[in-house]
Structure formats: structure tokens, C-alpha cells
């Protein structure tokens, strides 16, 4: 059941799956230079488009367009789940109501060139804020039990610096290379 508030929409959802909360799987370490990417997450995959051309009309060189099968895994390595953190796992479930089967894909633009400095690495991250702007965040409250969860989808993500190079080796083990 859901109920439209504010620009919030508000979910009731009752079970968390179990499978949030077991350990990953190890991946694969493909020992490659980490290139920046963009995420288009479920929620985005309708944009595809939009965020293509935005990317373009930032002077942005794509290496590579990937499917991301398998994302609630993916997701999990990039966005780490903590059962004492419902907030960690929110984002799972309400993907998994709202795109069911299709809360599993989501899509990667590959950049062409390395981001060898903090300073590059923040015009990507002001370009992705960019883009979240022009095709909007998505806000629910989940209600699961007594308990509220404020949520914002966001169609894209871009890897912090620190974290790049482990994102990416998490994206080469869900894309085909």
C-alpha cells in the first residue's frame, strides 16, 4: 500500500529478506586500472536517455556501456548492509517493490579516462549531482512494523575517490568485460 504526501511516498512493507543480511561472496580481483563510472540504478533505468545525453553534453568520453545483472548483489558491495542500520537495507526492499524483477538491473557508463586526483574526481561528482538534479530523486517513508524509514532514491551513483577502485572491481564482476 502506498500513499502520495508532500513529494513523499509513503510505503508499508512488513518482511526484510533474509538474503540482505548473509556474507558476499568474494570477488573476483581483476587487478585493473579503476576507470570512473557512472551507476544508473532501477529506479533510473527509465533515463537511460537523458543521462546518456548529460553525460555527452558534459564533455564526458564513454569507454563502455554495461548491463549490471544481479544488482541487489552488486548493490550490497557499494552500499554495505548492517542489520542494526535499517536505513543500510531500506533502499533494498522498497527497489525490490517497486521494479520486482527488474530491481536486479541496472546499467554502467564507463568513462574513458582514469581520475588520477581528488580535484578530477570532484568535477565527476558534481556532474552526477548534476544529472540526480535534472531527472530528480524519488523520497518514501517506508513503514515496516513501528518503525519509519526516510528514503531517497537516486537514479545514478559515482564512486567516492577512496572507494573507486573497489567499485569498479565490484562492477567488472557483474558486467561482461
Not at 531527472?135 to 518503525?147: E, M, P, Q, S, V
Given at each position: 500500500m502506498s500513499l502520495e504526501h508532500a513529494d513523499v511516498t509513503i510505503i508499508h512493507l512488513n518482511d526484510v529478506p533474509e538474503q540482505y543480511f548473509g556474507e558476499l561472496p568474494p570477488l573476483r580481483d581483476y587487478q585493473t586500472e579503476p576507470l570512473p563510472f557512472f551507476l544508473v540504478l532501477p529506479s533510473g533505468i527509465q533515463h537511460l536517455d537523458e543521462i546518456r545525453a548529460s553525460i555527452a553534453n558534459h564533455g564526458l568520453s564513454v569507454r563502455r556501456e554495461a548491463e549490471v545483472n544481479n544488482f541487489e548483489l552488486m548493490g550490497r558491495y557499494i552500499y554495505p548492509v548492517v542489520a542494526e542500520k535499517p536505513h543500510s537495507y531500506a533502499w533494498l526492499m522498497l527497489n525490490r517493490h517497486l521494479f520486482g524483477t527488474h530491481a536486479d538491473f541496472a546499467y554502467a557508463f564507463v568513462l574513458n579516462d582514469p581520475v588520477n586526483s581528488q580535484d578530477a574526481h570532484e568535477?565527476?561528482?558534481?556532474?552526477?549531482?548534476?544529472?540526480?538534479?535534472?531527472?530528480?530523486?524519488?523520497?518514501?517513508?517506508?513503514?515496516?512494523?513501528?518503525?519509519?524509514?526516510?528514503?531517497?532514491?537516486?537514479?545514478?551513483?559515482?564512486?567516492?575517490?577512496?572507494?573507486?577502485?573497489?567499485?569498479?572491481?565490484?562492477?567488472?564482476?557483474?558486467?561482461?568485460?
Open positions: 568535477a565527476l561528482a558534481r556532474i552526477k549531482r548534476e544529472i540526480r538534479a535534472e531527472i530528480g530523486i524519488r523520497r518514501y517513508t517506508i513503514i515496516n512494523g513501528l518503525a519509519s524509514i526516510d528514503v531517497a532514491l537516486h537514479h545514478i551513483h559515482a564512486p567516492d575517490y577512496d572507494d573507486l577502485a573497489f567499485q569498479y572491481n565490484a562492477l567488472l564482476n557483474f558486467t561482461e568485460r
